[in-house]
């Protein structure tokens, strides 16, 4: 799960290691290659995004076949920053209003 993201991470972003259950340090990159690397390398999908203030935005990309999740923050600079991940994403579907 971690263990297969976090080599994938280190090869396409070249950032530096990521721990297993913790993130040590916040893996960031140019925003295009990062959404990139999350589609395309990685097979995640973004499933929710939101504004944490006027020049940032927060998303959660999940994998489909494993369940891991990253959270990724986007600056206004292009700039993104991978800053938690783990594993066993289970969406909540909505009930009825």
């Known amino acids: 799960m ?3 993201l976090a080599p994938a991470l280190l090869a396409c972003l070249f950032l530096p290691a990521v721990a297993y259950a913790q993130m040590s340090e916040v893996s960031c990159d140019d925003s295009a290659r990062m959404m990139h690397t999350l ?10 995004m939101g504004l944490r203030d006027p020049e ?6 999940v994998t489909q076949g494993s369940g891991d999740w990253l959270i990724v923050q986007n600056y206004s600079n292009g700039t993104s ?3 938690a991940m783990g594993a066993h994403w289970e969406g909540v579907v909505p009930g009825p209003a």
């Open 2 to 4: 971690i263990t297969r």
């Open 39 to 48: 589609k395309h390398v990685l097979g995640a999908e973004r499933h929710g």
């Open 56 to 61: 940032t935005l927060l998303e959660i990309w």
């Open 81 to 83: 920053c991978i800053i």
